[in-house]
T-cell receptor, first 114, second 112 residues
Framework: KQEVTQIPAALSVPEGENLVLNCSFT??????LQWFRQDPGKGLTSLLL?????REQTSGRLNASLDKSSGRSTLYIAASQPGDSATYLC?????????????FGQGTTLQVKP | DVKVTQSSRYLVKRTGEKVFLECVQD?????MFWYRQDPGLGLRLIYF???????EKGDIPEGYSVSREKKERFSLILESASTNQTSMYLC???????????FGPGTRLTVL
């Protein structure tokens, strides 16, 4: 059974810092892994989808890497801004599921202070 | 732009009521999902649909049913609402099972 762990659970940084959010998963047999952002009381916004054959994917100040064999993904945020404050969730899409069901971590809650 | 909408942002119902949560997507996606999100438990899949009138149970289908009469609309039904169904309900859709999933804004349901 796929289990997903995100470390740290919470992070507070001053504006302008570069930071890394970590995601580990127990079953490396995945189609892909998706990173989401969730603002309080809101839905999820897709940030990046990284395929199992890819090593990294970039969008603006965000860079996601994937090491499938070790069951790890990282989300790198460059030059953080107060608007980046949110909860970040990673979700692998396991091969064992024929539904496309994503398995979610508990998330990392990020606060960027001005 | 991709768009998934949910019928209500906030909903308050009484125990025993029948509750309908509606989700609509405008991207012609085949797959639609209903998740619930609870503190400490994360997001869990309730039901999934891969085509009109087709559905599959997720991890926690008990107490719920779904309906997909049209491709763009996926409804979650609580047959007889109970207090343990108080939660945030999130709908998602994707083109296929390995594509990006797009989420709606969520419905915060409170059952009294």
């Amino acid at each position: 059974k796929q289990e997903v762990t995100q470390i740290p659970a919470a992070l507070s940084v001053p504006e302008g810092e570069n930071l890394v959010l970590n995601c580990s998963f127990t079953d490396s047999a995945i189609y892909n892994l998706q990173w989401f952002r969730q603002d309080p009381g809101k839905g999820l916004t897709s940030l990046l989808l990284i395929q199992s054959s890819q090593r990294e994917q970039t969008s603006g100040r965000l860079n996601a890497s994937l090491d499938k064999s070790s069951g790890r993904s990282t989300l790198y945020i460059a030059a953080s801004q107060p608007g980046d404050s949110a909860t970040y969730l990673c979700a692998p899409n396991p091969l064992s599921s024929n539904t496309g069901k994503l398995i979610f971590g508990q998330g990392t809650t990020l606060q960027v202070k001005p | 732009d991709v768009k998934v909408t949910q019928s209500s942002r906030y909903l308050v119902k009484r125990t025993g009521e029948k509750v309908f949560l509606e989700c609509v997507q405008d991207m012609d996606h085949e797959n639609m999902f209903w998740y619930r999100q609870d503190p400490g438990l994360g997001l869990r899949l309730i039901y999934f649909s891969y085509d009109v009138k087709m559905k599959e149970k997720g991890d926690i289908p008990e107490g719920y049913s779904v309906s997909r009469e049209k491709k763009e609309r996926f409804s979650l039904i609580l047959e007889s609402a109970s207090t343990n169904q108080t939660s945030m309900y999130l709908c998602a859709s994707s083109h296929d099972r390995v594509d990006t999933q797009y989420f709606g804004p969520g419905t915060r349901l409170t059952v009294l």
